[in-house]
């Protein structure tokens, strides 16, 4: 915890130092910033591409292997057994009343 609120102690001072500066040598360190915020943009559009590819990629052999692999069996074949139809030892019925 000491350590947080020493690099908000120093955070603090850069920050305070920055806005002492006059107004020409802010511009010139937001120049020089200027092609890192470049890069970071850069970089999150590569990102969002990337993916993309990926999702363009996979997506149709996806779809492809579920065309494929995916069994659906007839409806004669199935069975279906509700709640109502299994009886639990341990089941009981509860009534309730909503008053309002």
């Not at 092609?35 to 591409?49: E, K």
Request: proline share 5%; aromatic share 10%; charged share 15%.
């Amino acid at each position: 915890m000491f350590q947080y609120v020493q690099y908000m102690n120093q955070a603090q001072g850069v920050r305070s130092g920055f806005a002492q500066l006059p107004s020409w040598a802010r511009f010139l360190v937001g120049l020089a910033a200027l092609p890192g915020i470049v890069l970071a943009v850069l970089s999150f559009i590569g990102l969002g591409v990337s993916i993309i590819a990926l999702l363009l990629l996979t997506v149709p052999v996806y779809r492809l292997l579920r065309l494929v692999c995916f069994f659906r069996p007839n409806e004669q074949d199935v069975t279906v057994t509700t709640l109502h139809d299994v009886e639990s030892p341990g089941r009981r019925q509860v009534d309730a009343k909503v008053i309002e």
